[in-house]
């Protein structure tokens, strides 16, 4: 099971960190990302991290203001966005894919979170 919790409204320009728990079973050898889901779009990949080895990977769109962390120990997977624009705008979503997808996409992703709110006003 993985819970995201963080999200909120906020002014263009502004910061949120938006966090992932997982519960149930360990994801620390997989392969975690966050997607998002704006009204009437697809829901699409934002940001991916791996297992041990760390590697991270970002949709153009958000490269340069997002930043993702995982805590093996703790199960947990940090999402930190700054200088958010009202294009950002979406729900977001935790992500694990246990086949080691890279980038994970929404048909690779097995587990998803509930999803989190994210409003930037302009």
């Known amino acids: 099971q993985l819970v995201e919790s963080g999200g909120g409204l906020v002014q263009a320009g502004g910061s949120l960190r938006l966090s992932c728990v997982a519960s149930g079973r360990t994801f620390s050898t997989d392969v975690m990302g966050w997607f998002r889901q704006a009204p009437g779009k697809e829901r699409e990949f934002v940001t991916a991290i791996s297992g041990n080895e760390r590697i991270t990977y970002y949709a153009d769109s958000v490269k340069g203001r997002f930043t993702i962390s995982r805590n093996n120990a703790k199960n947990t997977v940090v999402l930190e966005m700054n200088t958010l624009k009202p294009e950002d705008t979406a729900v977001y979503y935790c992500?694990?894919?246990?086949?080691?997808?890279?980038?994970?996409?929404?048909?690779?992703?097995?587990?998803w979170g509930q999803g989190t709110q994210v409003t930037v006003s302009s």
């Open positions: 992500a694990a894919d246990l086949r080691g997808s890279w980038p994970p996409t929404p048909l690779s992703v097995q587990y």
